[in-house]
């Protein structure tokens, strides 16, 4: 049965240490405003029928790791010509390892699945604390960020280390240690870190986009029993909305 004009979605989102209702909520708006868009949510990989049958796939998750016949799947999914638009930390593998001497978290960033990483192209490595940074516009003139003037965020400023091919379209700029993460994989001799890129694979792509954090009172349990104050990052500037308005674009293009 044809399903005309339809696009077919599969929404991942889910996780740890993040306020993963708020983004599934803000996430799903952003999607109902286009009309051609239905939807399907999950909060891991484990569908991946129903994920490799949609039109394209979008996710916001935090140490949420397929497993190898998943990630192979995921690994033909977008070969075979499909868009990913992967927000925030789904590029992520976390072990919090025993504090440090001042009782300090410390955490690792393993290489537990490079496969799910090069097709992502990038892994999480690290973060500095939590502040104010600006978002740079690297290709101004291409479609998904023109328009959009240098912003402020006070966000996760991402750190990753790099897989294959990627167009770099938002930047940020950081170039110091960061004690709170074992890895500096990440450091590649330039203080440009990227926020915003497309990485070609196979014949289709990923578009992905480091911002986004958020967090709420309950979040970081086991850990810590209560977060003293909630997170809402980028979702508090209009630049970020418009930004995933127009990756949800993005995608829809090659459905």
């Known amino acids: 049965m044809s399903k005309s004009d339809r696009i077919d979605v599969y929404l991942v989102a889910g996780g740890k240490y993040h306020n993963i209702d708020f983004a599934r909520l803000e996430l799903l708006k952003l999607l109902a405003e286009q009309p051609r868009i239905k939807v399907q949510v999950g909060a891991d990989f484990s569908a991946i029928d ?62 537990e699945n490079v496969p799910f990483m090069e097709v992502l192209g990038s892994q999480f490595m690290a973060h500095p604390p939590i502040q104010p940074y600006e978002v ?7 479609e998904l960020v023109k328009g959009i003037p240098t912003f402020t965020v006070d966000d996760e400023l991402y750190l990753c280390k790099m897989h294959g091919e990627h167009q770099t379209l938002l930047h940020c700029l950081w170039e ?5 993460f074992v890895r500096d994989d990440w450091q590649q001799g330039s203080n440009v870190q990227p926020v915003l890129y497309i990485h070609p694979y196979g014949d289709g792509q990923v578009l992905y986009f480091t911002l986004g ?14 977060y003293p104050a909630p997170e809402e990052g980028a979702w508090k500037t209009k630049e970020y909305y418009e930004v995933l308005r127009r990756g949800i674009r993005w995608a829809m293009d090659s459905a």
């Open 50 to 111: 129903a994920i490799c049958e949609c039109d394209f796939l979008i996710t916001y998750t935090c140490d949420v790791v397929p497993t190898e016949d998943q990630t192979q799947r995921l690994v033909d999914y977008v070969r075979s010509g499909k868009k990913w638009f992967a927000l925030h930390g789904t590029n992520s593998i976390l072990r919090f390892l025993e504090p440090a001497a001042d009782g300090s978290l410390r955490v690792d960033c393993p290489e």
């Open 136 to 142: 740079y516009a690297t290709e101004p003139d291409h």
């Open 176 to 180: 110091d240690d960061v004690v709170e």
């Open 213 to 226: 954090h958020c967090r709420g009172k309950y979040d970081m349990q086991p850990l810590i029993e209560e």
